[in-house]
């Protein structure tokens, strides 16, 4: 089990290593975001983070992003919370109420749910599009090749101001190509942030650009749950 010493001590590290690497990468120290996931991790795990510091964190899943977070929002104001996993549209509602980031937006029939639920709760969260870079079948997300168009019709037709692109890279295959495919993605579309990077990649993802890393286990350990 990771303790609350362990945890603090581990984000501590993952921080100074991110700044170090961003500064070799000439890039400013506090421009990527440490994004702790927390899905499956214990409420003694999530209480140590918060006493950590750490404020920004991804879930993959709302309902249990919802039991994690519905009464600690309450007492930390400043948290920022991240959709990570795949979208349901019939879960639009309870994610636009919830995360001030969606990650996984991916296809038109999303995308009218949230548009509807932002025009009705008055709420606006940052939303990034998934993008399929290795074109798997079994994964989520915009093929690379259909990219520009949805972009343009998540503007135009949806009135969406795109804040980021996010992949997840093929198990079998080096992240760093699928890194900088995004990033070139990002840079041919106008995109400023980018989410990539998880706790065995991220340093390969701040060399290539990202602006935010998804850690789980480099910070919480191996799950209990």
């Given at each position: 089990?990771?303790?609350?010493?362990?945890?603090?001590?581990?984000?501590?590290?993952?921080?100074?290593?991110?700044?170090?690497?961003?500064?070799?990468?000439?890039?400013?120290?506090d421009s990527i975001k440490l994004v702790a996931v927390s899905k499956r991790q214990s409420e003694e795990r999530l209480d140590a983070a918060l006493a950590a510091g750490q404020r920004v964190f991804g879930e993959n899943r709302v309902q249990?992003?919802?039991?994690?977070?519905?009464?600690?929002r309450k007492v930390w104001s400043d948290?920022?919370?991240?959709?990570?996993?795949?979208?349901?549209?019939?879960?639009?509602?309870?994610?636009?109420?919830?995360?001030?980031?969606?990650?996984t937006l991916d296809r038109p029939k999303l995308a009218d749910a949230l548009r509807r639920e932002?025009?009705?709760?008055?709420?606006?969260?940052?939303?990034?599009?998934q993008v399929n870079t290795g074109a798997?079948?079994?994964?989520?997300?915009v093929l690379v090749s259909e990219l520009p168009a949805f972009l343009t019709r998540m503007r135009d037709e949806f009135g969406f101001e795109i804040s980021g692109l996010m992949c997840i890279p093929p198990v079998e295959q080096p992240p760093g190509l699928h890194f900088a495919l995004l990033a070139r993605l990002a840079a041919d579309n106008g995109i400023g942030h980018?989410?990539?990077?998880?706790?065995?990649?991220?340093?390969v993802a701040v060399a290539l650009g990202a602006t935010s890393v998804r850690?789980?286990?480099?910070?919480?350990?191996?799950r209990e749950v």
């Open positions: 089990m990771t303790d609350a010493p362990d945890i603090a001590t581990r984000r501590d590290m993952l921080l100074t290593d991110i700044g170090k690497l961003a500064a070799e990468a000439g890039r400013p120290s249990e992003a919802m039991a994690h977070w519905g009464e600690r948290l920022e919370l991240r959709l990570i996993g795949p979208l349901q549209s019939n879960k639009a509602a309870d994610a636009v109420a919830l995360f001030d980031v969606i990650e932002m025009d009705r709760q008055g709420r606006r969260p940052r939303l990034y599009v798997e079948t079994q994964k989520a997300g980018l989410s990539m990077g998880m706790s065995a990649d991220y340093p850690i789980g286990t480099g910070l919480f350990g191996d």
